[in-house]
């Protein structure tokens, strides 16, 4: 089980970009894929989560509204879409995965996820 991220890059506020989680090894068919970043001198959060079974997502507070988690199993790829881009939200962004997972909602603990990318870095700047 392997994920790995791209799509990063320098945005100005406002502005928007997609992220990109690719899984290879396996199919996404049943899984829960999170979207955590991590600041300069700060602890890594969660942004946001998607559990396939029934398409359930969930968000932090400072992302709601700006940020959309959607898959393409086709693609066997889950996506980060982010608007509306504030300079605080620069940060490296790495997406961690649960294979598979057959919740009806995320996960609750980092450590369960299997697979974990190297990250991309999202820097918001005028």
């Known amino acids: 089980v392997k994920v790995e991220e791209s799509g990063g890059g320098l945005v100005q506020p406002g502005g928007s970009l997609r992220l990109s989680c690719a899984a290879s090894?396996?199919?996404?068919?049943?899984?829960?894929i999170a979207w955590f970043r991590q600041a300069p001198g700060k602890l890594r959060e969660e942004v946001g989560c998607?559990?396939?079974?029934?398409?359930?997502?969930h968000y932090i507070d400072p992302v709601k509204g700006r940020f959309t988690i959607s898959g393409d199993n086709a693609k066997n790829t889950v996506y980060l879409q982010m608007d509306s881009l504030k300079p605080e939200d620069t940060a490296v962004y790495s997406c961690?995965?649960?294979?598979?997972?057959?919740?009806?909602?995320?996960?609750?603990?980092?450590?369960?996820?299997?697979?974990w990318g190297q990250g991309t870095q999202v820097t918001v700047s005028s």
């Open positions: 961690a995965a649960k294979y598979p997972w057959y919740g009806s909602s995320c996960i609750d603990e980092q450590i369960e996820y299997d697979s």
């Open positions: 090894g396996w199919t996404m068919d049943w899984y829960a």
């Open positions: 998607i559990a396939s079974r029934d398409g359930f997502t």
